[in-house]
DNA sequence: CGGCATCCGTGACGATACTG
DNA sequence: CAGTATCGTCACGGATGCCG
């Protein structure tokens, strides 16, 4: 909460007073996929100022949106992750993913990308797919891989992470940036880029056969 | 999109950059309940200086969130309204107002209350109850009256508004504060409103039905 | 009177430098 | 590595003025 309040008895301006301030959902994005260190934090927020972020990180402690940790000993230092309060802003950014999808359109040639910044547009186009199977999925881009969590988890697991999942997948997705811009925007249905191919699903589990078999009924009604 | 961008190829950060500015998503919340003029605007956005609310109007305008239409001939000059863009952002607000919820507690001495500002979390715990159903709802706190609409409505249409519908309403809900506190924070789900007889409904509608009918097969199903 | 524009003080932000 | 210190700039909040 900024030293700023709006005074409003609202639940949206009381959220707006907790994570309202400028790059407090973009920190939150961050964490969502897996606790960070603060130098590992400042990389990722291209832009942002080391007083701010460490601003930042201060009040959302103070508000249990974030929590730091100390890092068992091979590592050094101290990590921040969500609390499970912070965790449910998930609805939130994918909320504002799915709206901002349309306006993404080219690259402007002064932004940052990263590769993980489609993990939460794709996780709220996937999500209806993948039925009521649980697993983890590594997906591939030309620009990187990250892996996203379908189902649910216990609280406090992250939904994503950057590369591919380190303790292995249930399917593999591999897409280029194009159908990847299309999904995120709305245009192309994941079932359609199924059908079409520019979406491609390996692995054996349930949770591939149930994304494979979302485009494979798809077509047959279709046809 | 305020001048400062954050500058990164990413839905979020997009979104941030047309509704992140401070006071933005609150003039959204008073636009879905329909369109204001400034002088309505700055009275419902307690705290928000004159010329913040004329340039947040400009850039919203200039983003495509928001149009401005001349007032016919029985009002004077000018009001403002949601685009179809603009009314989209309606799952951002109900994924605020859900999370805010709990945060939400009592009101300090300082906070501006205005009954609509319920309407939104009220819209997201109620929706899954009215099934296929589409109508309108008035809904009667003891601090004043607001309408919410049900289901799908042709675009454009204001999901919620002060007052009661002036076109009349297909079902009328009358809670206490206490009753709509606990279903704004999700520690009291609709259904259990229902069955404890703290939120009554009353309407001879199919809106008003699917509504009670949650309430008579959960407890049904519970005994 | 509605709809802003202007002025001004304060504080938030951004960039860089520096320290435990 | 993980921040704090410093400083210039800009956005915000409050008040007032202008103009149809």
Redesign the pocket.
């Known amino acids: 909460m900024?030293?700023?309040s709006y005074d409003q008895y609202c639940a949206i301006a009381r959220t707006l007073d907790t994570v309202g301030?400028?790059?407090s959902l973009l920190i939150v994005r961050e964490l969502l996929a897996g606790p960070l260190?603060?130098?590992?934090l400042f990389t990722d927020l291209p832009?942002?100022?080391?007083?701010?972020l460490?601003?930042r990180?201060?009040d959302l402690e103070r508000d249990g949106v974030v929590s730091?940790r100390r890092?068992p000993p091979p590592g050094?230092?101290?990590?921040?992750e969500l609390t499970e309060r912070g965790g449910a802003l998930l609805p939130v950014l994918g909320a504002l993913a799915v709206w901002g999808g349309p306006s993404l359109g080219a690259s402007a040639p002064t932004d940052a990308v990263r590769a993980h910044w489609f993990a939460l547009p794709l996780l709220a186009r996937l999500a209806p797919l993948a039925g009521d199977e649980r697993g983890v999925m590594d997906v591939t881009l030309p620009d990187g891989t990250f892996h996203l969590r379908l189902g649910d988890a216990p609280p406090g697991t992250p939904v994503c992470g950057r590369g591919p999942s380190p303790t292995g997948s249930d399917a593999s997705l591999t897409l280029d940036t194009a159908t990847c811009l299309s999904l995120a925007d709305g245009t192309l249905t994941a079932t359609d880029a199924l059908t079409a191919g520019t979406l491609t699903v390996t692995g054996e589990g349930p949770l591939a056969e149930s994304l494979r078999k979302h485009a494979t009924t798809a077509t047959a009604v279709r046809n």
């Open positions: 900024p030293r700023r301030d400028r790059w260190r603060y130098t590992d832009g942002i100022s080391t007083d701010v460490a601003s990180l201060r730091r890092l050094t230092g101290s990590a921040y």
